[in-house]
């Protein structure tokens, strides 16, 4: 306790308890630190010199021979392709070659393609093709990639394809394709028209040779073929070397990689002597004068220590603590109830402190979904609800440093003003909404893929749900976000932890550059009549315009934009929902019948016959087409999708993944395997090849209308080479959304399957011998989803009898009379 003097007492316990120092001379430790400081300086600017004049000169001689490499092994290469090239532009221009394309003569034909086939390198093969018929009747049995028809139609035009390679089995190849031209060429559209084309494939190992030529002792070469950054494929390698690696381009497709070897490294290295022996001096140098410099500031410190001594006047602890009461209590125990007297302003601030807790608001949380924000409009998704929305997403934006959003949303009746909640709530933060209005999710999609500044948006829309219904579906920093992402921002929406500030909105056309891109990479060979349903929703207007411009003859139903969907609901995976589509393909004897979702981000299709295709079977052509160009490419698949995808995909030498249903858990798998191809049961195909990756049933139905014209089949003949197994369509059994997650855990947990190999990826899913069974939790609706594939019905009942008797255990008051 502290007694009438203050603090007097503890300053003489203080000083009392003090010893007598011992006089000590002053330690200097100047010398140490001058010297060390010069072995730094020496070690610093021989690590620069180091870098800068040997490693730096180094490397630019390593580049120097290494581009001579690789631009040597370019030219020989280009020289041996261009000559194979112009030998089939030769044979192409013979007469009687000529004149056995136009009367079909097949022994005449024969003798050309052996001749051709001498004078190639071993192991090619070649064809010789008509231009009235379709390449695949005239060579049954041979399974021509989708490039290659590609190239064949190119050359028919006039044009000149460069070479592609491909993969059979395990040996890779290059396809070379030429024009067979006449003198009487058929003139239509002012294009040329060839009567026929040669196609021959080369084993990729008859470049080899050209590699070899350049010096195989001084590095390695590897071919190249990319279609993308993110994918390419080596078609072969010669020799062995080390990086850096030096590249070359052959052409908008192939490219060369050098990597020189340890000889070439060693040519291209530096002599360092006469660095070393300037360095050495500089080292000599810098630790003399570091020397003599601690020796000078040692003896001018000394007679200064020594002057300090003889007048010394360096008051008692006891005056210290006379002038400053505090200074002598640092190493003194002082109770607590002594500290609030010694500090009693201090104590007093600490006492009337007091800790506020944020009011919270408070929104429902079933309507933070798996990978979106859906709800009830008015009630559960109202404007208070899109006001917090856009405060929390433009202040997540403005504290990463980033200025804009893109904002958009579908033709439901409440959009325009949840619209306009969610913008003033952004732009209350200080942040900039690029407004792009009415349009599918797909644009918005589009607008941050293609954005250099702005890598946020966020679409108004319920999707597929009817029109009671309302939500969002975010993007921040270029990705989809999904449940977790999801929960942070209904908890930042909650504690109102916004920034303020003072926004702007531009309007912004996304729709004119999207329409353009898709024109410029997607031609059609031929007309197609072609039935839209866009079952009044988001792409009602745009769909339309699109598939004109492309040349289709449309025919558009339900495309007027309505928010009460009044024909039907805006969800294409219900059979019932495809009726009228259906029928209007029928009726007005149309190739093929497109239906969209409420925001154009899911598309089924319906056959010139009446068939509807499910997404899984549209998986399976795509994935033909784009894995056969592109070995090696993973593919992205749903636990809905059928089981004879997977063999499918392997089959073309790709990698079958099955994932989680949503569509954002779907774009963050792609974006994590890279994968080239997605899709899922319920209609989202994302497509990655050409394009952005994103789900979108307009680019889809695009690419689907240039295979059917490459191939000129109809669709029904196209899909018939993939026959669909005997299986149901999604089965919703209703159920309380408090409970659909809990159902399907205690299922996983205790369910009897007997000797089915189950996968829990999302939901159950147990696959047999004959069949596979499936039951997951809907992360859009009150329900549960089953869906069944079997060999044939009676397993497929099988199936539903074995699951319903699960479920009965888990959940005894499901109707499960499916």
């Given at each position: 306790?502290l ?7 503890f ?6 308890n003090?010893?007598?120092s ?10 140490i ?5 010069a ?30 490499q ?9 020289f041996?392709?261009?000559g ?5 532009d ?5 007469h ?9 003569d ?12 001498n ?10 093709l008509n ?15 989708f ?6 139609n ?36 002012n294009?040329?028209l ?12 008859s ?19 990319s ?18 690696k030096?590249?070359a381009?052959?052409?908008d497709?192939?490219s ?9 490294i ?34 001018k410190?000394?007679?200064k220590?020594?002057?300090?001594m ?7 602890a ?30 007093s ?16 949380e079933h ?9 009830l ?5 109202n ?7 856009g ?24 959009s ?5 909640a ?17 349009m ?6 589009y607008?941050?893929a ?12 319920a ?12 993007m ?8 977790d ?10 504690t ?10 531009t309007?912004?056309?996304?729709e004119?550059?999207y ?11 031929g ?8 079952g009044?929703?988001a ?62 981000d ?32 993973d ?10 995808l997977?063999?499918l ?12 249903t ?14 080239l191809?997605?899709?899922?049961y ?6 990655k090849?050409?394009w ?8 889809v139905?695009a ?26 369509p ?7 959304e408090?409970?659909?997650f ?10 009897n ?12 899913r147990v ?7 499936l ?35 888990v ?8």
């Amino acid at each position: 306790m502290l007694n009438k003097e203050g603090f007097s007492v503890f300053a003489f316990r203080r000083e009392k308890n003090q010893q007598p120092s011992k006089e000590k001379s002053p330690k200097n430790p100047t010398k140490i630190g001058l010297i060390a400081g010069a072995i730094v300086l020496n070690a610093l600017v021989a690590y620069f010199v180091y870098q800068h004049f040997i490693v730096r000169v180094e490397h630019e001689n390593l580049a120097r021979l290494s581009e001579q490499q690789v631009q040597t092994a370019a030219r020989q290469l280009q020289f041996k392709i261009n000559g194979l090239q112009s030998s089939l532009d030769q044979f192409g221009q013979r007469h009687t070659l000529i004149s056995g394309i136009e009367k079909n003569d097949g022994q005449l034909l024969e003798q050309w393609r052996a001749t051709i086939s001498n004078a190639l390198p071993e192991g090619s093969t070649v064809l010789l093709l008509n231009s009235r018929a379709a390449p695949e009747a005239q060579i049954p049995g041979l399974d021509f990639r989708f490039t290659e028809l590609d190239m064949i139609n190119e050359v028919i035009r006039g044009e000149k394809p460069l070479p592609e390679a491909g993969k059979i089995e395990d040996s890779w190849f290059f396809t070379l394709v030429s024009g067979i031209f006449s003198r009487d060429d058929i003139e239509i559209n002012n294009a040329h028209l060839a009567p026929g084309a040669i196609m021959v494939r080369l084993p990729i190992s008859s470049l080899n040779d050209a590699l070899i030529q350049a010096d195989v002792s001084l590095g390695s070469y590897q071919l190249i073929q990319s279609y993308q950054p993110r994918l390419n494929q080596t078609l072969t390698t010669v020799g062995t070397g080390l990086s850096p690696k030096v590249s070359a381009k052959l052409n908008d497709l192939w490219s060369i990689d050098f990597y020189p070897s340890k000889m070439l490294i060693k040519q291209a290295n530096a002599q360092p002597w006469f660095v070393l022996i300037g360095l050495s001096v500089f080292a000599g140098l810098t630790l003399f004068g570091a020397v003599f410099a601690a020796n000078f500031i040692e003896k001018k410190k000394l007679r200064k220590h020594q002057a300090s001594m003889l007048s010394n006047t360096t008051p008692s602890a006891h005056q210290a603590s006379a002038a400053n009461p505090l200074a002598a209590l640092d190493d003194v125990e002082i109770a607590e109830e002594d500290k609030s007297l010694m500090s009693g302003e201090a104590a007093s601030r600490s006492n009337t402190t007091t800790t506020m807790e944020p009011v919270k608001l408070k929104f429902p949380e079933h309507v933070f979904r798996a990978y979106d924000i859906r709800g009830l409009a008015k009630d559960e998704i109202n404007t208070n609800f899109a006001l917090a929305l856009g405060k929390t997403l433009g202040s997540r934006i403005v504290a990463q440093g980033d200025t804009h959003i893109f904002v958009a949303r579908d033709g439901r009746t409440s959009s325009p003003e949840l619209s306009k909640a969610l913008i003033d709530g952004i732009v209350s933060t200080g942040c900039r909404v690029n407004d792009i209005g009415l349009m599918p999710s797909p644009l918005l999609y589009y607008a941050v893929a293609t954005s250099e500044e702005n890598k946020h948006g966020v679409i108004v829309t319920a999707s597929h749900n009817g029109a009671d219904y309302n939500g969002f579906k975010i993007m921040l920093n270029g990705n989809t976000l999904a449940k977790d992402e999801i929960a942070v921002i209904r908890q930042q929406m909650e504690t109102e932890d916004f920034n303020t500030g003072e926004g702007s909105v531009t309007e912004t056309d996304v729709e004119s550059n999207y329409i353009d891109e898709i024109l410029s990479d997607v031609a059609l060979m031929g007309d197609v009549r072609l039935v839209i349903d866009a079952g009044n929703g988001a792409t009602s207007e745009i769909a339309p315009r699109l598939f004109s411009e492309m040349g289709c003859d449309v025919i558009p139903l339900h495309c007027e934009i309505d928010g009460n969907f009044p024909n039907h609901d805006p969800d294409p995976s219900r059979e019932e929902n495809l009726a009228d589509l259906i029928k209007a393909v029928k009726d007005e004897g149309a190739d093929l019948g497109v239906a969209f979702d409420g925001d154009g981000d899911r598309i089924f299709i319906v056959t010139d016959e009446g068939e509807i295709i499910t997404a899984d079977r549209l998986l399976m052509l795509f994935a033909k087409d784009i894995v056969s160009r592109n070995p090696g490419a993973d593919v992205v698949y749903d636990v809905k999708c059928t089981r004879q995808l997977g063999s499918l995909i392997s089959s073309y030498g790709g990698r079958p993944i099955m994932w989680k249903t949503g569509h954002a858990h779907m774009k963050a798998k792609l974006i994590e395997t890279g994968a080239l191809l997605g899709g899922e049961y319920s209609g989202h195909i994302f497509i990655k090849d050409r394009w952005y990756g994103f789900d979108d049933g307009l680019l889809v139905a695009a690419r689907l209308l240039e295979i059917m014209s490459l191939r000129d089949q109809k669709m029904s003949e196209i899909f018939a080479a993939f026959p669909a197994l005997p299986s149901t369509p999604e089965i919703r059994v209703a159920i309380d959304e408090s409970e659909k997650f809990e159902t399907v855990k205690r299922l996983v947990e205790s369910g009897n399957f007997q000797s089915g190999t189950t996968t829990t990826v999302d939901g159950l899913r147990v696959d047999f011998a004959k069949g596979w069974g499936l039951v997951r939790a809907s992360n859009t609706a009150a329900e549960l989803t089953l869906r069944f594939e079997g060999d044939n019905e009676e397993v497929i009942e099988q199936l539903k009898l074995l699951f319903k008797r699960e479920l009965a255990k888990v959940a005894p008051s499901l109707d499960l009379s499916f």
